[in-house]
């Protein structure tokens, strides 16, 4: 399984950006497909993420109500929209795919937030 992100960039604070993760094999079972994101000087953390089957969803508390995750299935792409960005939201952020027995993470992809 590969994941393929982008959509990084610099921004303004107050700023959308979306993010795109392309997923070469959707898979079966139980799984997650998700973002984590590492600023700098910090360690990688948790973001939102869509557990499968039921596409049911989850949110860091830092980026709820501002933040979505949303699948294509046509495309096996998973998005990260993002609205009002912060600065605090700077960060490299990285997909991920995961269930038991398997770990796969693409590579990152860097967004900047300025005031």
């Known amino acids: 399984v590969q994941l393929q992100a982008s959509g990084g960039g610099p921004v303004q604070a107050g700023d959308c950006l979306r993010l795109?993760?392309?997923?070469?094999?959707?898979?079966?079972?139980?799984?997650?497909v998700g973002w984590f994101r590492q600023a700098p000087g910090k360690e990688r953390e948790f973001v939102a993420a869509m557990m499968w089957p039921g596409g049911s969803t989850y949110y860091t508390d830092s980026v709820k109500g501002r933040f979505t995750i949303s699948r294509e299935a046509t495309r096996n792409t998973v998005y990260l929209q993002m609205n009002n960005l912060k600065p605090e939201d700077t960060a490299v952020f990285y997909c991920?795919?995961?269930?038991?027995?398997?770990?796969?993470w693409g590579q990152g992809t860097l967004v900047t937030v300025s005031s």
């Open positions: 991920r795919r995961w269930q038991r027995g398997t770990n796969y």
């Open positions: 795109s993760c392309a997923v070469s094999e959707w898979g079966s079972g139980r799984f997650a």
